[in-house]
């Protein structure tokens, strides 16, 4: 089905008093159209499929009715799976907002990069919420440094991200541990493949669909336009855009990790506050990175697509897509990460004159403008120059018409997981070789980035 619903409150979708109470110091005024949807289900006992892009307040709509009605220093009691350690270390920066005045309610977070024993104790002091990456908390039900036999809720956040990710597998896998008799599911999502059906079909009853913006991938906050430069160009362009984003925060995305890093230093050199984050970096160095970020210490992050969907920065006011990015739903993650809360924001995205065509695609894909900048700007529109792939690198270490996936994630985004089947990303850090059963890891174990 899809909703349409008219404006109601807090007060009126049955949260505990002790939440609306955090809510109102958080100056949450009214609910988003997905959380007033999502609520008042939830709290009922009915399993959701929710649909609504990023930004749109995923997180509150499972999360406060889950406050509301679990039990207090008891068990672990809800399980969220999210794809990213940043996006698990968000929702349980939210949790625990919302939970301030909840007392017997902790939450634990648990994901790779980050010291298992330190999780360990904390499991064992006592948890009603984990929230957590799939390979992490499959290492602890190993373990059995945790039990899931009284999860009651269980969500699975940004869906089609972890399936993306090849984690459909290890999904199936923590199932096994969680009991289905009075197990209620949610699953959220920004858009609805096959795949996320029949796994709604499978792990869920009767569950009842909220669909919003379905029809338009894109958000009509955000004003989008484009600029068709030449590659040697783009550092000008980009300089020029940053100096005039009326100290907004800007995050701007690169297609590789060591194009991300050599940006950064030209940015510093022109004396402008800027960090990064990417797969090279070290969890401390990304927690730091995004910390100084949203403080505002540094109002540039140079990022890749991992963290188009695990940042979440109200204040952003400009995404740039230094590269066009290589698949055409990539776009709209990124630039979903500004114009958050019901905010307004602006993306711009800086096409070279070999991507061209891949930026057709995208403007194909959306009803929403997208601005050409060059005949404003009194800027030539190079001639169109054939895609290739050349072995030989430019300064960033970015082949002209050629793009490569990042080789980060919380939970390592491994893309030949289907063919390979027993290939698994645990959350230490460590590749380890498994049967498909995971009944089995070899003592071989490959560091990844």
Not at 17 to 37: H, N, T, V
Not at 421 to 426: L, Q, V
Request: with cysteine; proline share 4%.
């Amino acid at each position: 089905m899809k909703t349409t619903a008219t404006t109601v409150s807090f007060e009126q979708l049955g949260l505990s008093s002790e939440i609306l109470k955090a809510l109102r110091e958080s100056e949450y005024d009214a609910p988003f159209p997905i959380q007033q949807e999502a609520i008042p289900l939830i709290l009922k006992g009915i399993d959701v499929i929710g649909q609504a892009h990023t930004g749109t307040g995923k997180t509150a709509a499972f999360s406060l009715p889950i406050l509301s009605r679990i039990r207090r220093n008891g068990p672990v009691q809800a399980l969220i799976l999210a794809p990213t350690r940043e996006l698990a270390v968000q929702i349980t920066t939210e949790i625990n907002k919302f939970a301030r005045h909840s007392s017997g309610i902790r939450t634990v977070c648990i994901y790779g990069g980050q010291n298992i024993g330190l999780q360990h104790s904390q499991l064992r002091r006592g948890v009603q919420i984990v929230v957590a990456t799939p390979g992490r908390l499959i290492d602890h039900i190993k373990r059995e440094s945790i039990h899931l036999n009284d999860v009651k809720y269980l969500i699975l956040d940004e869906a089609d991200r972890m399936l993306d990710m090849g984690f459909i597998d290890d999904i199936k896998f923590i199932l096994c541990y969680v009991k289905e008799q009075g197990r209620q599911t949610c699953l959220f999502s920004a858009t609805m493949p096959p795949e996320i059906r029949r796994l709604a079909q499978d792990y869920m009853h009767d569950a009842q669909e909220i669909r919003l913006n379905e029809d338009e991938i894109s958000l009509d906050t955000i004003q989008q336009s484009y600029l068709v430069v030449r590659e040697k160009e783009k550092f000008d362009h980009l300089r020029k855009f940053v100096e005039n984003a009326d100290s907004k925060q800007t995050i701007v995305f690169t297609a590789t990790k060591q194009r991300a890093q050599r940006l950064l230093e030209d940015l510093r050199k022109q004396g402008f506050k800027a960090t990064t984050i990417h797969g090279d970096l070290s969890q401390r160095q990304r927690d730091n990175a995004i910390y100084r970020f949203k403080k505002g210490i540094d109002n540039i992050l140079v990022a890749t697509d991992i963290a188009a969907r695990g940042i979440d920065v109200p204040a952003v006011g400009h995404v740039i897509n230094y590269d066009v990015p290589a698949e055409t739903l990539m776009y709209f993650h990124r630039i979903g990460r500004t114009a958050r809360a019901g905010g307004t924001g602006r993306a711009v995205s800086l096409v070279s004159d070999d991507r061209v065509e891949d930026f057709r695609r995208i403007i194909n894909k959306t009803e929403q403008p997208i601005r050409r900048l060059n005949e404003e700007m009194g800027i030539a529109v190079p001639p169109p120059r054939q895609q290739y792939q050349s072995r030989r690198r430019n300064n960033y270490g970015y082949r002209p018409g050629f793009q490569r996936r990042d080789s980060y994630s919380a939970d390592k985004n491994y893309s030949h997981s289907r063919q390979e089947g027993n290939r698994s990303r645990h959350g230490d850090g460590y590749e380890y070789k498994r049967s498909t059963r995971y009944g089995f890891r070899s003592n071989r174990r490959t560091r990844w980035s």
